[in-house]
């Protein structure tokens, strides 16, 4: 690994405690949401750059890790959100539905990037990322009447909004510059070295816009975020394992078996907290929760990505 990749947890963990400081100490830094959408589509315009079209043609028709990561994602970890929010949030409803709701929906944007911080299989995963979409957009009512016994009015004009910017338009565009501009040519180079070199920053800038902007949802509401903290680290330890037995179990490749690991980890709190909003607006516990998540998710993501890292076997 090279020093950046060996100090990337410590970065992030950096950028979070910066960002909950920023939040506190400086009154304009609540208003830094409105770098996250810019960061993530700089991240991932830089993660397509390298991505060819026949590459991810050949991710859609491995159908042996779609139908696994289905599986896990849309039958296993609905299981295993509602048996771990029976457990440690039984006396809190409104908690257990948000915790619930972030679960069954899989990330639909930077775990590409922690997939490519681990060395896995990007193309595969991002592959995989439009059926996703749609499967948990169909699902999450279902899940909703399931284990709430409420079902959601779906408002898909800003998820659909949230998608054509932040998966959309920066893959168009890097498909544009691969199929327009002349490879090893000054202008590429230079967009190649900005952005797909610069990945890992515009990351860190999001991390710092979330907790700089959600600093005080953390402040006023730390009770809550102890609360979650057990369900959701033990949602991902738990899951991480799982995966990883049935990927050797598979004979998944050490790429392959990447990507499914963080697929099958990474959760997609903005669609869910876009449904609560809407579904839920007499119930602020539930937005609360998905809000909170990530702020757990994220340094996990990237202490994983770190172990995947140091799994990885030699010469791979």
């Known amino acids: 690994m090279s020093l950046l990749e060996k100090m990337q947890t410590l970065i992030m963990l950096a950028a979070i405690a910066l960002g909950f400081a920023s939040g506190r100490f400086l009154p304009a830094a609540a208003g830094a949401d409105v770098l996250i959408t810019p960061a993530l589509m700089c991240m991932l315009f830089g993660l397509f750059l390298g991505i060819s079209l026949s590459e991810l043609k050949r991710g859609f028709l491995d159908m042996k890790f779609t139908s696994v990561s289905l599986a896990v994602n849309f039958v296993w970890i609905p299981v295993l959100g509602w048996w771990l929010g029976g457990i440690f949030l039984a006396d809190s409803p409104a908690l257990r539905i948000g915790y619930i709701m972030l679960l069954v929906t899989p990330c639909t944007d930077w775990y590409l990037v922690f997939t490519g911080i681990a060395r896995g299989n990007v193309p595969l995963s991002a592959a995989i990322l439009p059926i996703n979409l749609i499967v948990q957009v169909i699902l999450l009512p279902v899940y909703l009447l399931l284990f709430s016994g409420l079902s959601g009015h ?163």
């Open 154 to 316: 779906l408002e898909l004009g800003p998820i659909l909004r949230s998608v054509l910017l932040v998966l959309v338009l920066p893959f168009s565009l890097a498909q544009a510059v691969r199929r327009f501009m002349t490879e090893g040519g000054a202008v590429r180079r230079g967009m190649e070295k900005i952005f797909s070199g610069g990945q890992f920053w515009f990351l860190c800038l999001a991390i710092w816009a979330m907790f700089a902007s959600q600093a005080g949802y953390l402040s006023g509401n730390a009770g809550i975020f102890v609360k979650l903290l057990a369900p959701v680290l033990l949602f991902f330890i738990t899951n991480f394992v799982a995966v990883r037995i049935l990927a050797k179990i598979l004979k998944f490749s050490f790429e392959d078996s990447v990507s499914l690991s963080l697929t099958t980890l990474a959760r997609n709190s903005p669609i869910s907290l876009a449904i609560a909003v809407t579904a839920f607006p007499d119930e602020p516990l539930i937005a609360l929760a998905l809000v909170i998540g990530p702020l757990i998710e994220l340094p996990f993501l990237g202490f994983i990505s770190q172990v995947l890292l140091w799994m990885r076997p030699k010469g791979a």
